[in-house]
T-cell receptor, first 113, second 115 residues
């Protein structure tokens, strides 16, 4: 079935270090990927996106990497800050699914002082 | 610019009842999507509306329904509530259809508890 999954449910990172959150997808027709951040008590918030014709995209302190060969994408957060504590979701769109945006189950990022 | 507004924020119902949740999208946004969020299943796509038409539907039973009005506001309804319907229901709006851009703008959700 449709699945966008995450390798680790919880990731603990020292403040100031870089964080890497991984995500695997199964649909080879997926052509667009998005990362969302959800803080406690709030709805998910868009972080960064990448289309399948790219393998890397950078934003402010965040980088998304896409490896279509192994159907894997990652979110890298540089110099992790306490405000980065949240659940991070990867999401995908596949043209063979009427362009629905499908979310993965999420990884909780915990920042250690 | 006001964000996505969902009402009510919290509600408690009993099994067998029905519930209606409301979503007001960002002004100018014509697409509204609904998601169910639970600890075990994460964010599950319910449906998407664009210009008053249901554009996409997820794998939920017919008890889950929705609609969109001419002002882009949307409602979703769950009839004959079951315990497993307890969840956070999230609404998201976007300027184009949800599939065109992944930049969905989410509300804070309506937390439904079914007893």
């Amino acid at each position: 079935g449709e699945s966008v999954g995450l390798h680790l449910p919880t990731l603990s990172v020292q403040e100031g270090d870089n964080s890497i959150i991984n995500c695997a997808y199964s649909n080879s027709a997926s052509d667009y990927f998005i990362w969302y951040k959800q803080e406690s008590g709030k709805g998910p918030q868009f972080i960064i996106d990448i289309r399948s014709n790219m393998d890397k995209r950078q934003g402010q302190r965040v980088t998304v990497l896409l490896n279509k060969t192994v159907k894997h994408l990652s979110l890298q957060i540089a110099a992790t800050q306490p405000g980065d504590s949240a659940v991070y979701f990867c999401a995908e769109r596949a043209m063979n699914r009427d362009d629905k945006i499908i979310f993965g189950k999420g990884t909780r990022l915990h920042i250690l002082p | 610019k006001a964000g996505v507004t969902q009402t009510p924020r919290y509600l408690i119902k009993t099994r067998g009842q029905q519930v209606t949740l409301s979503c007001s999208p960002i002004s100018g946004h014509r697409s509204v999507s609904w998601y169910q969020q639970t600890p075990g299943q994460g964010l599950q796509f319910l449906f998407e509306y664009f210009s008053e038409t249901q554009r996409n539907k997820g794998n939920f039973p017919g008890r889950f329904s929705g609609r969109q009005f001419s002002n882009s506001r949307s409602e979703m309804n769950v009839s004959t509530l079951e315990l497993g319907d307890s969840a956070l229901y999230l609404c998201a709006s976007s300027a184009g259809t949800g599939g065109y851009t992944g930049e969905l703008f989410f509300g804070e959700g309506s937390r439904l508890t079914v007893l």
